[in-house]
């Protein structure tokens, strides 16, 4: 009976030593809202975290220039008396009116050196003689 008893003892000692041990395991408390305490700002990180979290402006009513594909073309340049090669390239659309055109190598039709076509702002493609 004796033998009994303190098996009894000891299961009971190792039930209250897991139940114990479960009782230590918590998971991590959830964040307490940020008190606002009169006369004292919000602390650094409070302020971090306000900042990240803060939505993006966006502006009103712009939207961003889209990219047009233009083949290559080719034209008659009266300023260098000769056929003028220009590569395909893309160009941003400013309005239904303008593009914004990158710096463009030029290259002649019989391999002459190539010539350096300045970039900017001209008319869309489709609207342009030449260049």
């Known amino acids: 009976m004796r033998g009994h008893a303190l098996v009894l ?9 897991v139940n114990s041990a479960e009782s230590q395991i ?7 809202p940020t008190i ?6 919000l602390d650094p990180i409070d302020q971090t975290r306000q900042r990240a979290l803060a939505p993006i402006p966006r502006a009103p009513g712009l939207s961003p ?27 941003s659309r400013v309005t239904s009116q303008q593009s914004t055109v990158p710096t463009l190598p030029g290259y002649g039709t019989r391999g002459e050196l190539p010539i350096v076509i ?5 008319a869309p493609a489709d609207q342009r003689p030449g260049l």
């Not at 918590?26 to 307490?32: E, L």
């Not at 606002?36 to 700002?41: V, Y």
């Open 118 to 122: 300045p970039g900017g702002v001209r």
């Open 65 to 91: 220039p889209s990219d047009q594909w233009v083949p290559e073309r080719r034209f008659f340049s009266t300023e260098y008396q000769r056929a003028i090669i220009i590569p395909g390239h893309y160009e």
């Open 26 to 32: 918590t998971s991590i408390p959830p964040a307490q």
């Open 9 to 17: 003892a000891a299961s009971l000692l190792s039930i209250a030593a």
């Open 36 to 41: 606002s305490i009169p006369g004292r700002g």
